[in-house]
Each structure stands twice: as structure tokens, then as C-alpha cells.
């Protein structure tokens, strides 16, 4: 049975980190913006049928949702226990293999997913969030925040600089990062 372990605050006031007490997925990230994205995910859709659900963000052992700032936490927490409680685990899709993108990156976007691996995505795990690679053209590499980092201030102006200067010095100088 999944339990609800702990809750977490995260630098984005609208989004809490629900720590489980079982890993939902081994490797990857799930993230939703809508209901209509989450129609193929029973544990995502069935977190957007909780009042004032914005985004849901989910990987390893932990759920991440962010809210509309005018519904209050009280109307979510419990109802959103109750739903972890009686969620069969078995209902969430299986994670494919390896993702199709892996195999048609270049060395360049093989070393930016590992840096990023080591060195960013479990800070923004940590705050509830992940990132994404979208794309990576000539040295501009467009990215992703998920879950809490969606729509936080501070991913999306000091994370991205951090960022940007991680991969100018650890791979390119002319690298630039943007947001997509």
C-alpha cells in the first residue's frame, strides 16, 4: 500500500513534494500540465480530479503537484492521502526501456544528459522538480523544468544562469541555455 512518508516545502509556494514510502518509477520522470495530458496515466489523472490540481509531477518515490494559488493545501493533503492509500501501484504504466531519444544523441548531448545527471537533476529532485533536454541546436540547448520547477521563480531565472555556466565550463563556452 502506498503511505504518504513525509511532505516537503518547495521553493515554488504553490507546489509540495508528497514523499512515499514506495518507488513509483525506477529511471524516469513523469510530468503533466493538464488533465488532458495525464488521460493516460491513472495516477496523474486520478491526482487532477483533486480540486485545484495545476500540475503533477512524479518519479522515484516522491509525487510533486502544484495548485491554483486561490485553493488552499487543507483541500488537497488529505484527499490526496487517501487517494496514495487505496492507489493500486500496478496501474502506473510501465517506463519503456530507454528512451528512443538516447540513441540518436550526439557526444555533445550524451555529455550535457550526464553532467546534468550528476550534478543538476538531483538538486532539482531535492526541491520537488526535474528537467528536461529538449533539444539541442548548434550550442543552445533548450530545456524542460518539471513538477515544482515548472513555474518557479528561481529555476526560471537563477537555476537556468547556474546552469548556463555549468555546461560553459564543464563543456562549452559558447554554450547558452534556454528555456522551452
Not at 491513472?42 to 485553493?71: H, Q
Not at 488552499?72 to 502506473?92: A, E, T
Request: proline share 6%; hydrophobic share 40%.
Amino acid at each position: 500500500m502506498l503511505m504518504v512518508k513525509d511532505v516537503d516545502l518547495t521553493p515554488n509556494p504553490q507546489a509540495l513534494k508528497f514523499i512515499l514510502n514506495e518507488k513509483l518509477l525506477n529511471r524516469e520522470t513523469r510530468s503533466f500540465k493538464s488533465k488532458q495530458e495525464a488521460e493516460k496515466d491513472p495516477l496523474a489523472k486520478s491526482i487532477f480530479e483533486l480540486e485545484g490540481i495545476v500540475s503533477v509531477f512524479y518519479m522515484d518515490r516522491f509525487v510533486t503537484i502544484e495548485k491554483e494559488p486561490n485553493v488552499s493545501w487543507g483541500k488537497i493533503q488529505m484527499p490526496f492521502v487517501n487517494l496514495m492509500k487505496n492507489f493500486d501501484i500496478n496501474l502506473i504504466p510501465e517506463e519503456s526501456d530507454q528512451p528512443a531519444s538516447i540513441e540518436n544523441q550526439t557526444e555533445t548531448l550524451k555529455q550535457i544528459n550526464d553532467l546534468l545527471d550528476k550534478r543538476v537533476r538531483p538538486a532539482l529532485a531535492g526541491d520537488g522538480g526535474g528537467l528536461e533536454v529538449l533539444d539541442l541546436h548548434d550550442k543552445t540547448l533548450t530545456i524542460r523544468y518539471q513538477g515544482a520547477c515548472g513555474t518557479c521563480p528561481s529555476a526560471i531565472q537563477g537555476t537556468l544562469v547556474a546552469i548556463e555556466n555549468l555546461l560553459r565550463r564543464e563543456i562549452d563556452p559558447a554554450m547558452e541555455v534556454i528555456s522551452g
